[in-house]
T-cell receptor, first 114, second 109 residues
Framework: DAGVTQSPTHLIKTRGQQVTLRCSPI?????VSWYQQVLGQGPQFIFQ???????GRGNFPDRFSARQFPNYSSELNVNALLLGDSALYLC?????????????FGPGTRLLVL | KNEVEQSPQNLTAQEGEFITINCSYS?????LHWLQQHPGGGIVSLFM???GKKKHGRLIATINIQEKHSSLHITASHPRDSAVYIC???????????FGQGTRLTINP
């Protein structure tokens, strides 16, 4: 069974541009969470979606938005990119019927803003 | 003060040494995760704990709920254990994980 997949793996953008990152959860997982990891720091929670509804939001500006599709895949959008948005963006999926609290991470998308 | 604090931030040891990484947290939790992150970014879940102790191969994780403290131990360390080890907690009633800043472990041959 495939794990969590993310695309693209790497991305280079310039300041002011917009970016869309994609995540496909493990089959059967209905919850997707997004995290931002700036170099040298631990990941920070951005969003959680469950059954296509936002269930949690971290301390990120409105330039960050996300959505979840009927097939439970998810997109993270970042508008008006800043240099400080350069980071590894991680997606994690989980299932309420699986091990409680277990999250399965994708390989991440590395975003560089120039 | 961060909700999750790890120590040390960096650790260098010789192959074969016994390694301990510590994690302290300040909130009531429903679960604590130990994660491993190799260069390139991929995160692998090592353990999820809510009490007691778990062992997987050369890795042992313990948690003391009363003291809000967890440790990750590596026995007979090997250069392939070199990675960043991250502690993350899930607060009671919350869905999100709160991460520590990570411990960069380097095992020299």
């Amino acid at each position: 069974d495939a794990g969590v997949t993310q695309s693209p793996t790497h991305l280079i953008k310039t300041r002011g541009q917009q970016v869309t990152l994609r995540c496909s959860p493990i089959s059967g997982h209905k919850s997707v969470s997004w995290y931002q990891q700036v170099l040298g720091q631990g990941p920070q929670f951005i969003f959680q979606y469950y059954e296509k509804e936002e269930r949690g939001r971290g301390n990120f500006p409105d330039r960050f938005s996300a959505r979840q599709f009927p097939n439970y895949s998810s997109e993270l959008n970042v508008n008006a990119l800043l240099l400080g948005d350069s980071a590894l963006y991680l997606c994690a999926s989980s299932s309420p019927t699986g091990t409680p609290g277990a999250q399965y991470f994708g390989p991440g998308t590395r975003l560089l803003v120039l | 003060k961060n909700e999750v604090e790890q120590s040390p931030q960096n650790l260098t040891a010789q192959e074969g040494e016994f390694i301990t990484i510590n994690c302290s947290y300040s909130v009531g939790i429903s679960a604590l995760h130990w994660l491993q992150q190799h260069p390139g970014g991929g995160i692998v879940s090592l353990f999820m704990l809510s009490s007691g102790k778990k062992k997987h191969g050369r890795l042992i994780a313990t948690i003391n709920i009363q003291e809000k403290h967890s440790s990750l131990h590596i026995t007979a360390s090997h250069p392939r254990d070199s990675a960043v080890y991250i502690c993350a907690v899930r607060s009671k009633g919350a869905q999100k994980l709160v991460f520590g800043q990570g411990t960069r472990l380097t095992i020299n041959p």
